[in-house]
């Protein structure tokens, strides 16, 4: 996995292929093997189609600023593939409305009025396992981001992300990829690294099923929920499922630790 120069701004969507995209002048390398041209460099791209979904996604703005979560809603009224079903103005009412109305995603401020932003995102993800987090914040320090990932989030963007990534970057997350700022990427590979070092002997690969296996392998390679669901005719809820067991055996505690778990343990080199 090639770690994004210094330069790189906005956030990365980590991704397993080793696939490129066509030619274009001046490329430069991202996450996961991938190259994208510099105006796209922000991001690692998703597998052909996953960007963008034929079905409405259903969105939940969650911020206490509000004149920042109506600025989000205008620009999500804009994408005909949105559906914003609710807005919160606190923590708590950010996880009431995802309790009710189970949306596809949801944007969580970071830090808002009553329970802490990290402690919604949790209770978001148990109240409502289906539901993408993504965690929005003006705190670029490793210990936030490795707490909303270790609290369920898919993604945590900073606040002065531009607008249309926040909205490619919530496609994603809808899409069951994890998304980071790529000024982040470089310190979230060192915890990786440890992660790795404190890896048993014996690989806990073997306290997965087959089924499971198959769900790891493929996430490794990129693949969405979706993919995965097409490609090992199960229903996406069940894909969600595996990985939720998956994550509780394996010593990881995101999506994004588990893909480059399983590449640390070849199993991404095993034939389908």
């Known amino acids: 996995m090639n770690r994004p120069t210094s330069d790189q701004r906005g956030s990365i969507a980590v991704t397993m292929q080793s696939s490129t995209r066509e030619a274009a002048p001046r490329r430069i390398p991202a996450m996961g093997g ?16 996953s960007a963008s979904a034929p079905e409405r996604i259903r969105l939940v703005i969650a911020d206490d600023h509000d004149l920042y979560r109506q600025g989000l809603k205008v620009v999500f009224d804009l994408e005909p593939d949105f559906e914003i079903v609710a807005e919160a103005g606190s923590a708590g009412e950010a996880v009431s409305r995802c309790s009710r109305l189970r949306p596809d995603v949801v944007i969580l401020g970071h830090q808002m009025p009553g329970t802490a932003g990290i402690e919604a995102c949790a209770a978001i993800a148990r109240a409502s396992p289906n539901t993408n987090i993504v965690v929005l914040t003006s705190s670029d320090e490793d210990g936030h981001l490795y707490a909303a990932l270790q609290a369920g989030a898919t993604g945590y963007l900073l606040k002065d992300t531009p607008a249309k990534q926040v909205v490619e970057s919530v496609r994603l997350a809808y899409g069951g990829q994890s998304v980071i700022p790529a000024s982040m990427a470089g310190r979230f590979h060192a915890e990786l690294a440890s992660l790795r070092a404190s890896v048993r002997t014996e690989s806990p690969l073997g306290q997965l099923s ?29 894909v969600k499922s595996h990985m939720r067991t998956l994550l509780n055996k394996l010593p990881v505690s995101s999506r994004v630790e588990a893909a480059l778990f399983a590449v640390q343990q070849g199993l991404v080199e095993e034939r389908d």
Do not use: H, Q
């Open 34 to 49: 991938r190259v994208v041209a510099p105006e796209r460099a922000w991001l690692a791209a998703a597998p052909p189609g």
């Open 210 to 238: 087959e089924r499971e296996r198959e769900v790891l392998r493929l996430v490794a390679r990129g693949r969405t929920n979706k993919d995965i669901a097409a490609r090992l005719l199960i229903s996406e809820n069940t």
